[in-house]
């Protein structure tokens, strides 16, 4: 018999207090060169103005699927000098940034905090039992309307490794004002019992205040705070086993001839959405 455990989720609303710089290059080129990148190859030549928000968990097939989408979301340049900008993700309804932006922030910060909370590979355990929810999570204003735009643009000074060595440079990123809010959920699987998991989160989530999201962290921006949040039990293994339809079951006798068939109900077939 399965051991009793739980499946958590938290519904999370936050909120920046400083602004967010977006982190996606406009330079058409950057997909492919991330690619190589990923691959071991072209490390070098991905410039150091681009916030690569990569997952490093997927395969190479995997990868190349959602780096297709994500070409189609990708901030434009619309000048050649715009193209050493970077921006937002957008679709039809505004900015949004992806799942894998925010599961890098828990990685990072998991990692970082895994002595304080005495969780020994907490970085691993967090990429195979965390997962965030949906695939796209949009950017709201102050009054919970879609950003459509940026807010303005951010320049500062950066240090470039070329071939001649460092050299100085102006990076220019696409913002979002502070008030700017990102809604979505964590789906938490049973690695520890849910009053760890709402220890963990709650320091990963505090840590945000100082560790920050997006470009230019550094620099003081994308700082956030949670201004709400709900957190869910659910039985694990039945809430696995309720995704799944209940199969068709036949009985086969010796010479081979179905002697009897099980088929399951409509209910039985239902599916839940956890």
């Given amino acids: 018999m399965a051991k009793e455990c739980s499946l958590v989720t938290m519904d999370i609303h ?3 207090t400083e602004e967010l710089l977006g ?3 406009k330079d058409p080129n950057l997909f492919s060169r991330w690619i190589l990148e990923k691959k071991g190859e072209g490390k070098d030549e991905l410039p150091s103005t681009v916030d690569q928000e990569v997952s490093g968990d997927q395969t190479e097939d995997e990868m190349e ?3 297709d989408e994500e070409v189609e979301t990708a901030p434009v340049a619309l000048s050649e000098e715009e193209m050493k900008s970077t921006g937002f993700h957008s679709d039809d309804h505004g900015l949004f940034v992806y799942d894998y932006f925010l599961k890098g922030f828990f990685k990072e910060v998991g990692n970082t905090l895994k002595k304080s909370l005495d969780v020994s ?3 691993g355990k967090i990429v195979k039992n965390l ?3 949906p695939r796209r999570i949009h950017i709201m204003d102050a009054s919970g309307n879609f950003k459509e735009e940026p807010d303005g643009t951010v320049e ?3 240090q470039i490794m070329g071939k001649k060595g460092p050299r100085q440079a102006l990076a220019k990123s696409d913002k979002v004002d502070a008030g700017s809010t990102l809604d979505f959920s964590l789906k938490l699987y049973p690695e520890f019992n849910p009053k760890k998991w709402q ?8 840590y945000g205040s100082d560790q920050a999201l997006g470009q230019f962290r550094t620099g003081g921006y994308g700082k956030i705070r949670v201004r709400d949040w709900e957190i869910k039990i659910f039985p694990f293994f039945d809430t696995l086993t309720s995704r799944v339809p209940k199969p068709r079951v036949t009985t086969v006798d010796k010479n081979g001839e179905e002697v009897k068939v099980d088929e399951p109900s409509p209910a ?3 599916e839940v959405a956890v």
């Fill in 156 to 158: 500062r000074p950066i």
């Fill in 65 to 67: 699927t959602e780096v």
């Fill in 14 to 16: 936050l909120e920046f």
């Fill in 199 to 206: 220890e963990i989160i709650t320091s990963i989530l505090g």
């Fill in 121 to 123: 590979a907490l970085r």
């Fill in 131 to 133: 997962f965030v929810e």
């Fill in 268 to 270: 039985e077939t239902s």
């Fill in 23 to 25: 982190g996606i290059s």
